[in-house]
């Protein structure tokens, strides 16, 4: 088994003001709220009155989620695994973060993305746990998050865990709630990989839909394909065009949109469709196998092989 270098890397304050900058799915910056009350003022938006998009934004600085997603346009691992996670929560929150836990048709169809990729990856853990009980698995998770799709069954004692993200916080977590004998931490850019046949599985979710450029996402594939074996597999999520989207009360989907759209300007706005996705992925070597939809065909997970 090839050496590990380490637990998390110890970066200096300018090192980390670097890496941030490298961080495409929440911009990290605070917020002007007079400066983005002026901006929601000179929209001209379809979907609701303009008092109805102020009063949403005052909405939204009255709960912790609500604020993080003004002041940085994204979500990183804590709140990805906060929507994620619906179960056990009382009722005394803002009645907009209850809207969103639990009606933002995109927030639904999340947590169903979420529950795919657990399923898949314990399928292919348990079938490759069976085949292969003297060998590492060796599996990474880019961008790592909170790393859910591998809790379950982080007990097994030869599957290796690699989280792979720029965010220190999610790192610290994954840190901090995984068999230390073996996580591997690395805070690193996911078009830098330095694996190189040497992985087993990789799950990406919440990346490819922060960016625009085609190239960038194909040179993205490129570099999982490089990192795994032969025959190794990836799953990873992609976001459809709204024209695809089903099964969603219209309402909610107009509120969704002024909430992500015009008001927070989420930077995960860039969809694809499935002939895009699977195009994609083909040019960087891969061959894909399944792809599973969620209940409202927007956020569907696809399996390729090496």
């Not at 994620?84 to 927030?107: D, F, S, V, Y």
């Not at 003297?134 to 909170?146: E, K, M, Q, R």
């Not at 976001?239 to 969704?256: A, E, F, G, H």
Request: with cysteine; hydrophobic share 40%; glycine share 2%.
């Amino acid at each position: 088994m090839r050496k590990f270098i380490l637990a998390l890397a110890i970066i200096t304050q300018a090192e980390a003001s670097d890496m941030s900058e490298l961080n495409y799915s929440h911009s990290q910056k605070p917020i002007s709220q007079i400066d983005e009350l002026t901006r929601i003022k000179n929209i001209v938006a379809p979907t609701l009155l303009h008092i109805e998009l102020i009063a949403l934004f005052e909405d939204l600085q009255q709960f912790e989620l609500g604020r993080f997603l003004l002041s940085n346009h994204g979500l990183n691992g804590k709140w990805t695994d906060y929507i994620i996670k619906t179960k056990g929560r009382n009722g005394t929150m803002h009645p907009l973060e209850q809207w969103i836990l639990t009606k933002a048709p995109l927030c639904l169809a999340t947590q169903q993305r979420c529950s795919i990729f657990i399923k898949l990856f314990t399928e292919f853990a348990k079938k490759k746990h069976f085949e292969t009980k003297n060998f590492d698995l060796n599996v990474a998770s880019i961008p790592s998050g909170y790393m859910d799709e591998f809790r379950r069954l982080s007990h097994i004692p030869r599957l290796l865990l690699n989280a792979i993200d720029i965010d220190t916080h999610s790192l610290q977590y994954v840190k901090n709630n995984f068999p230390k004998s073996q996580t591997f931490i690395y805070q690193q850019d996911a078009w830098s990989l330095h694996f190189d046949d040497e992985l087993d599985l990789i799950t990406s979710n919440g990346l490819n839909i922060y960016i625009e450029d085609e190239k960038k996402i194909i040179d993205l594939y490129r570099q999982f394909h490089k990192a795994l074996k032969e025959d190794g597999k990836l799953i990873v999520s992609f976001i459809t065009p709204p024209s695809q989207w089903k099964n969603y009360d219209p309402q909610d989907l107009k509120k969704q949109t002024a909430l992500f759209r015009d008001i927070i300007q989420a930077r995960w706005q860039h969809v694809r469709t499935q002939d895009q996705t699977v195009d994609y992925l083909e040019t960087a070597g891969f061959k894909v196998e399944k792809i599973v939809y969620d209940d409202y065909e927007m956020f569907p997970t696809v399996v390729a092989r090496k």
